[in-house]
T-cell receptor, first 113, second 112 residues
Framework: KAGVTQTPRYLIKTRGQQVTLSCSPI?????VSWYQQTPGQGLQFLFE???????NKGNFPGRFSGRQFSNSRSEMNVSTLELGDSALYLC????????????FGDGTRLSIL | GIQVEQSPPDLILQEGANSTLRCNFS?????LQWFHQNPWGQLINLFY???GTKQNGRLSATTVATERYSLLYISSSQTTDSGVYFC??????????????FGKGTKLSVIP
């Protein structure tokens, strides 16, 4: 069974631009979560989607948004990029909810110049 | 929200040595996972262990939910065990039940 697939693996953007990251969950998994990892803040929860609905959101500004499609694939978008948005963005999928094992993709490393 | 504390923050081992990593959490949980992050940033799922004991090869984990801690044991360590080990939890239904809260990790370096 294929794992969680994130694309692209690496991305370089400049301040003020916007970016879209993609995540395909494990087949049959309906919950998709996004996390940001930085050296200073560690791993922080961004948001979680289930059946195309956002169920929970972390403490991030409105520039960070996401969506989930009917096939459970998810995208996250960051608008008006800032230098501080440079991070590793990780996507995780699980069958139904956070109480079940979360499986992570390899991440997208975003660098802002 | 729930607090997760891991210790020690750094650990250096000689190849072949054993180690114990600890994770303390501040509230009851319905999910606890141990992950290994390798130098390439990949987060590998080691154990899903909200309670009880599990073993997988040289690794084993124990969670005592009533006392709010979990332990990860690494025996006969190898250089490939190097990386950062994270403990992550989610709480019972209510706020935060759909997210994992991570500890700051234990950075393990195994030297030949």
């Amino acid at each position: 069974k294929a794992g969680v697939t994130q694309t692209p693996r690496y991305l370089i953007k400049t301040r003020g631009q916007q970016v879209t990251l993609s995540c395909s969950p494990i087949s049959g998994h309906r919950s998709v979560s996004w996390y940001q990892q930085t050296p200073g803040q560690g791993l922080q929860f961004l948001f979680e989607y289930f059946s195309e609905t956002q169920r929970n959101k972390g403490n991030f500004p409105g520039r960070f948004s996401g969506r989930q499609f009917s096939n459970s694939r998810s995208e996250m978008n960051v608008s008006t990029l800032e230098l501080g948005d440079s991070a590793l963005y990780l996507c995780a999928s699980s069958l139904l909810s956070g109480s079940q094992p979360q499986h992570f993709g390899d991440g997208t490393r975003l660098s802002i110049l | 929200g729930i607090q997760v504390e891991q210790s020690p923050p750094d650990l250096i081992l000689q190849e072949g040595a054993n180690s114990t990593l600890r994770c303390n959490f501040s509230d009851s949980v319905n999910n606890l996972q141990w992950f290994h992050q390798n130098p390439w940033g990949q987060l590998i799922n080691l154990f899903y262990i909200p309670s009880g004991t599990k073993q997988n090869g040289r690794l084993s984990a124990t969670t005592v939910a009533t006392e709010r801690y979990s332990l990860l044991y690494i025996s006969s360590s190898q250089t490939t065990d190097s990386g950062v080990y994270f403990c992550a939890v989610s709480t019972h239904p209510g706020a935060g039940s759909y997210q994992l809260t991570f500890g700051k990790g234990t950075k393990l370096s195994v030297i030949p």
